[in-house]
T-cell receptor, first 112, second 114 residues
């Protein structure tokens, strides 16, 4: 599974857009990119998944450039409740089953 | 629909004892995987079961074991508990193991070993 690198922490303010970039230089052809959100003492929660270009859902957007060596999670107009740890995962779930390899995550603090 | 249910939510055990944790996946999900989360090591994969068969195993000692029943419910067991086993144990379920299969996590069992 590809190793991921993401910033340790980020601060933002309510109403701003937060962009978290994840590097995955050795991403394989069959790998998908998935982001999870985790609050203290809770399990991670799926946010978004993509393979290439752009994916958007009701809570976030995921931007993946053509070379797929990085990806950016975009959280529009964050609120205090978006304060959490965000994990970027890269892997071919089909080949490795559900052996999700979590990196260190990015701790996002949203300030009033 | 009901989410992933883990029981118990909190547990305190003594060193040397054994413990069994339970996970009920979302109805229809056949894959269940287990993770250990600690402040120092982060989230680490323990093992995954699919249709009662262990598909993957992480780098944990043999004291950590698991099983899955025909109704997809899963249990994990830790024998001869050590202080370092204190952690949040998370279970995740998914429909299958395909590349786009989303994993749903339970709230976890907080195990404290004293």
């Amino acid at each position: 599974l590809a190793k991921t690198t993401q910033p340790i922490s980020m601060d933002s303010y309510e109403g701003q857009e937060v962009n978290i970039t994840c590097s995955h230089n050795n991403i394989a052809t069959n790998d998908y990119i998935t982001w999870y959100q985790q609050f203290p003492s809770q399990g991670p929660r799926f946010i978004i998944q993509g393979y290439k270009t752009k994916v958007t859902n009701e809570v976030a957007s995921l931007f993946i450039p053509a070379d797929r060596k990085s990806s950016t999670l975009s959280l529009p107009r964050v609120s205090l409740s978006d304060t959490a740890v965000y994990y970027c995962l890269v892997g071919d779930r089909g080949a490795a089953g559900n052996k999700l390899t979590f990196g260190g995550g990015t701790r996002v603090l949203v300030k009033p | 629909k009901a989410g992933v249910t883990q029981t118990p939510r909190y547990l305190i055990k003594t060193r040397g004892q054994q413990v069994t944790l339970s996970c009920s996946p979302i109805s229809g999900h056949r894959s269940v995987s287990w993770y250990q989360q600690t402040p120092g090591q982060g989230l680490q994969f323990l093992f995954e079961y699919f249709s009662e068969t262990q598909r993957n195993k992480g780098n944990f000692p043999g004291r950590f074991s698991g099983r899955q029943f025909s109704n997809s419910r899963s249990e994990m067991n830790v024998s001869t508990l050590e202080l370092g086993d204190s952690a949040l144990y998370l279970c995740a379920s998914s429909l299958g193991t395909g590349g786009r299969t989303e994993a749903f996590f339970g709230q976890g069992t907080r195990l404290t070993v004293v």
